[in-house]
């Protein structure tokens, strides 16, 4: 008998940040192709326009708005967007998230807040009223956040300096965990992905700075991430072949951060 129903999404209504690009566009196909409705945001029209032609030429439903999370007025609109077009939410995949590099001695402040703003508050927002107003009335839910193998771990010295986004994705971590302690009476799963080094445009910088060599460093796969990796993962979470998992990090890194 073919368990392939198990990661059958059709009926399922899935929003995801930052998914004009990159991971979040990945996600989206990934979702897509298994039967979920998207909905995509992010902070630029004609990226999240092209990601949108690109998803139905697919033949994947998607939809899109324009939000900056890391604004509590921007998260509102886009839950009231993601509602008044589904009806519910049933996958909340949170993406979107920034980084900013210096020493930890001359960080500023507000790149600081700008680090935390998007990626722990804007998280949190999001997941409390995507819980009110959907998940837990109905009494069902997949979350899955999108961490890093830099919450996993420091970093080296003399490579990378990037204390805000460590700190910030260790607070997603827990947060994860946290949440899926309280929500899972309601029914929902919270999980998170951690994923190593990926070509985008958030890393491709510090990949052309340090070299992929090193950043793979001792991986026993030896390799970057490429377009299909995270896909798999994602699926899981989201759908009824994870339905017992909850609480988890799964990092999606070549076993980086298991040797």
């Known amino acids: ?10 009926g399922r209504t899935a929003l995801i940040t930052g998914g004009s690009r990159g991971l979040g566009l990945q996600i989206a196909e990934a979702l897509g192709s298994f039967g979920a ?9 004609d990226e999240l326009a092209q990601a949108t032609a690109h998803l139905a030429a697919m033949d994947i439903e998607a939809e899109w708005f324009v939000a900056d999370n890391s604004k509590p007025d921007g998260v509102t609109a886009l839950v009231d967007a993601a509602m008044g077009t589904f009806g519910h939410v049933d996958v909340l995949v949170n993406n979107a998230g920034a980084s900013w590099g210096a020493p930890a001695e001359d960080h500023p402040l507000d790149a600081w807040d700008k680090v935390f703003n998007l990626n722990v508050r804007g998280l949190f927002l999001l997941s409390q009223q995507i819980g009110k107003r959907s998940m837990i009335p109905n009494h069902y839910g997949r979350i899955v956040n999108i961490a890093s ?3 996993l771990r420091g970093n080296p010295p003399g490579r990378m300096q990037t204390i805000a986004y460590n700190t910030a994705k260790g607070a997603v971590i827990n947060f994860t965990r946290t949440l899926a302690g309280e929500w899972g009476p309601h029914g929902i799963t919270v999980n998170a992905i951690a994923p190593g080094f990926f070509p985008s445009k958030m890393s491709n910088a510090l990949i ?3 070299g992929a060599e090193a950043l793979i460093g001792s991986a026993p796969l030896g390799r970057l991430g490429d377009d299909e990796d995270l896909k798999g993962a994602v699926l899981l979470f989201a759908s009824d072949a ?5 609480g988890q990090i799964l990092a999606v890194d070549g076993g980086y951060t298991a040797v």
Do not use: E, N, Y
């Open 37 to 45: 409705r998207v909905m995509l945001s992010a902070r630029k029209a």
């Open 149 to 151: 193998i830099a919450g």
């Open 208 to 210: 052309d700075t340090l």
């Open 1 to 10: 008998m073919s368990q392939t129903h198990l990661f059958d999404l059709t």
């Open 242 to 246: 994870g339905k017992h998992i909850t």
